[in-house]
């Protein structure tokens, strides 16, 4: 009987060996191979690479030479194309419903943005929304504000959290915290009527409650000494720039611009780091001073998905005619090459610049202005590799948990979420626009029928 076991036994080891062969280890992985790599590390780019992606992740990506493709991967030839890192985009906001946040959401994986941060105006309702479309492959990866603070009477108060003393702060930012949302954000800038700006002691409260309890402060802000107070009182994210862009001086140019010598020292020293929002700026203007930029169908079409009525008013000679022959146009623009000029001194001096464009914001279209905001940081004087280094690494680096971002680089072991791009962005960075495809958690985007057939 022992025998007869034995020979059973061996019989099954001998039927297994010769069932079918096991999958070869490239089974399930796709090798991009041939483009020009931009890792977004900060090294240079690796002209012929191969990046290998697995189960929605970086499996490996280097030179060809050094990178070899898996046996039975599938491959993709992307000869004479760029690949960079889907972007980060730090400062959106969302505006209505689940059908309005979903277009949203398709405009911005359509331009490859793929990580964004909404900032302060999400009721209850949407913060929900968008922390239930945490690891679709079909939407960016999302954090929210929740809804923000400000000050009764004080700029954008109407509908925010407006407490008026600590006590209230402390409260209304726990609600915030209940609801499970990633930052605390607040509007410290000026408005028309002198002391209706949130005091400080409720500053130092509201981001007190927020650290406390595991969220990250956030401050729109104009001014160097708010910056200074909020700072010393442990907030280290700042939206807008210390040059005066909103409120009653918005469109002046600045007596005084440049940061003082002794603040960015002070952010060097807390590592603090900007996303100076351009866009709501420039944009005021720009598509009125240039209406050919309305010709690009897909713009149009990213217009039509959030704001056709701005559009229309776009579209319509006399309105852009009475934007442009504005007395004060030159001060705006004038006032804007101190906003420009403040990106460049605080990249300079080594203080870390990240990209967020206000999208969602009447002229700011989703998806499509992040790639514009690069073309201003060109302007401002950066290169493109430092562009495209804060649309992407800089800024997931600021995400929660605080430099621990598992994208934003294409490294192995991170999110594959990459755009494909037809043309040289180091050579031009317009040419980030020119998408061959996205991918987003090693999902290729559908990209079909964002522009209307005629």
């Known amino acids: ?19 079918e062969a096991p999958p070869p280890e490239g089974a399930g992985a ?10 977004a590390t900060g090294g240079p780019p690796v002209a012929d690479s191969v990046v290998v992606v697995r189960d929605g992740r970086i499996e490996s990506a280097g030179a060809r030479d050094a990178t070899p493709v898996p046996e039975g991967a599938e491959t993709v030839d992307l000869a004479d194309k760029t690949i960079i890192p889907g972007l980060v985009n730090l400062h959106v906001h969302y505006r209505e419903g689940p059908e309005e946040i979903e277009r949203q959401f398709r405009s911005q994986l359509h331009y490859g943005v793929t990580t964004a941060r909404s900032t302060g105006s999400d009721t209850p309702e949407r913060v929900a929304y968008l922390l239930g479309a945490a690891g679709r492959s079909d939407a960016p990866r999302t954090y929210t504000a929740g809804m923000g603070f400000s000050y009764p009477g004080g700029f954008n108060a109407a509908g925010r959290n407006a407490p008026a003393t600590e006590e209230e702060a402390r409260a209304l930012v726990r609600d915030q915290i209940a609801l499970g949302v990633h930052f605390i954000k607040m509007w410290v800038n000026e408005v028309a009527e002198p002391g209706l700006k949130i005091p400080p002691e409720i500053r130092a409260a509201i981001i ?19 910056g200074r107070q909020l700072v010393e009182a442990g907030l280290r994210d700042f939206l807008h720039s210390t ?18 010598p002794a603040f960015i020292r002070m952010c060097l020293d807390n590592d603090v780091y900007f996303t100076p929002t351009l866009s709501i700026i420039q944009n005021r203007w720009h ?20 704001n056709p009525d701005a559009l229309a008013r776009l579209d319509d000679p006399a309105s852009r005619a009475e934007i442009v022959d504005d007395p004060g146009f030159e001060d705006r623009k004038a006032a804007f090459r101190q906003l420009l000029d403040f990106v460049k001194t605080m990249h300079d001096a080594g203080v870390a610049v990240a990209l967020g464009n206000d999208a969602g914001t009447p002229n700011v279209p989703f998806g499509w202005g992040m790639h514009h905001e690069m073309e ?7 290169t493109p590799m430092d562009a495209i280094v804060a649309a992407t ?3 997931a680096a600021q995400m929660p ?26 050579a031009d960075i317009r040419n980030t626009l020119d998408i061959d495809r996205v991918m987003r958690l090693g999902e290729w985007v559908d990209r079909s029928g964002f522009v209307p057939a005629p």
């Open 1 to 19: 009987m022992k025998r007869l076991h034995l020979l059973a036994a061996g019989l099954a080891l001998t039927l297994t060996g010769c069932g």
């Open 30 to 39: 796709l090798a991009l191979v041939g483009a020009q790599l931009i890792d």
């Open 208 to 226: 007190d409650e927020a650290v406390s309890n595991g969220a990250i402060p956030v401050a729109h802000i104009d001014d160097e000494a708010d």
């Open 243 to 260: 040059v005066l862009t909103f409120g009653p001086g918005a469109g002046v140019p600045v007596e005084d611009p440049d940061p003082s």
């Open 287 to 306: 598509f009125a001073e240039h209406p050919e930029l309305l010709d690009d169908p897909e713009l149009r079409a990213a217009f039509e998905m959030y």
């Open 376 to 382: 201003m940081y060109v302007e401002a004087g950066l």
């Open 393 to 395: 690494a800089t800024g």
């Open 401 to 426: 948990p605080v430099g621990a971002a598992d994208y934003g680089t294409l490294e192995a072991g991170k999110a594959a979420d990459l755009i494909v791009l037809n043309a040289d962005p180091l």
